[in-house]
Structures are given as C-alpha cells and as structure tokens.
C-alpha cells in the first residue's frame, strides 16, 4: 500500500496449526497474534492488547492501562506458587498473595461468598454482604469486620477487644452451645430476655434490675 511518500505493508506469519498466525497491521499500528503467546523475558505492554488463547509469561510483565480478562488467571501451578500483588489508589493499600498467604491493607467490601482455605491477614475494614462466610483457616483482622449474612467458623474464635452484636434499638439473638445436650446460653432480642438452660455458676458481685425467674 502507499499513501503519498509513505509506504507500509501488512504482514502476516502463519503458524503450524491451522488459523494460528502473527498479523502486523500497517494502517493501525497494531499486532494480532492468533494462538498462544509465551514470553520468557520482561515484557512491557503500553498499549492495548487482546489475547485470544493462552497467554504464558515466564518473566515480568508490566501492563500499563487497562486490563481485561474474559478467561482464567492461572498464577504458578500446584507447589509452585507466585507473588501477585494489586496496589490500591491510597498509599499504602494494597492486596497481595505471597504463594501462600493472603495479605490486603486497605478496606475491603465483598458481596457474595467467601470460601477461604489458608491463612488471610487484614489490616483495615471488611465489610461482607453476602448469604454465607466460611472460614477454615487462621483469619487475622487489624480493624473493623462487617459481616452480613450467615457466618460459620470451624476453630477457636479469639477476640482482643469489644464485641457488640447489632446496635441500640436494633438487636439480633446470640446463643452459645453448651456440651451437654440441650444446655444452652440464649440472649432474645425478640423479647429482649437472657435464657440461660443448665447449670449457672457466679463468682463475684452480682446487680440483677428487673425480674428474675429460676427454673
């Protein structure tokens, strides 16, 4: 093709496969690689790009704009894991999976399920609406954890500060399981009553306003 004292041409490199092939277009400016891309060094894109296959980096690479995934991201395989960290628009934040542990500085707001096996480590707020959470492995938390929806913990729960459950005017029911069958420690928002069902043992002053029923 020519355009006044300019000359660019199209190129075009079949692969081996069929429908496989590398396109250069001279009018636009762009590459179009049809098949799967493997890059064994740094690479940097700068530009947009669109990859339809699978695309394998075995060394850095830097994305500079927008990124979008229409498949999966697969990071390292099974015992040979990477680093993968996202940093946020506030210093500092950021979220970060060091091959085995999960770590997010920052606030983070989920809807939907959570299903986490391994440790995560949370500096900041979590705030998570969705109909269930299930924990199966160490949770640290620096700062506020919002949870809307059922949530299920299988371990030993250990709290250093405050637990308030639902606000003034606003109250949700709280009971704690004994190990003897049917024995229960029951607060009723409803009827905004403490049932306690088994064996009770104070130590210390006690200050009881209101009624008081012993069964």
């Known amino acids: 093709r020519k355009c006044a004292n300019l000359l660019w041409y199209d190129v075009t490199f079949w692969g081996s496969q069929a429908g496989s092939a590398t396109k250069w277009h001279a009018a636009t400016g762009s590459l179009e690689l049809t098949g799967a891309l493997s890059v064994y060094k740094a690479a940097t894109i700068s530009g947009s790009a669109t990859v339809a296959g699978t695309l394998s ?3 850095a690479l830097n994305v500079v704009g927008a990124a979008a995934l229409g498949g999966a991201l697969t990071v390292g395989s099974s015992s040979i894991g990477q680093t ?3 940093h ?3 210093s500092g934040s950021f979220l970060q999976y060091d091959a085995d542990e999960l770590e997010l500085k ?3 707001s989920i809807d939907g399920e959570l299903f986490l096996t391994g440790p995560l480590g949370v500096t900041g707020g979590v705030t998570i609406n969705g109909p269930s959470v299930a924990v199966t492995a ?3 938390l620096t700062g506020t954890l919002v949870v809307t929806g059922a949530t299920t913990l299988d371990g030993t729960l250990g709290v250093g500060a405050a637990v308030t459950v639902g606000s003034n005017g606003n109250g949700h029911d709280l009971r704690a399981y004994g190990a003897a069958p049917g024995s229960a420690f029951n607060w009723d928002s409803g009827l905004s009553k403490l ?3 088994g064996a009770t043992s104070i130590t210390g002053a006690t200050t009881i306003t209101g ?3 012993v069964t």
Request: no cysteine; aromatic share 0%; proline share 5%.
């Open 211 to 213: 009624a008081t029923a």
């Open 88 to 90: 946020g628009a506030s």
């Open 138 to 140: 160490p949770l640290s």
């Open 57 to 59: 980096a075995n060394g």
């Open 84 to 86: 993968v960290m996202i």
């Open 106 to 108: 920052g606030t983070a």
């Open 195 to 197: 049932q306690v069902t």
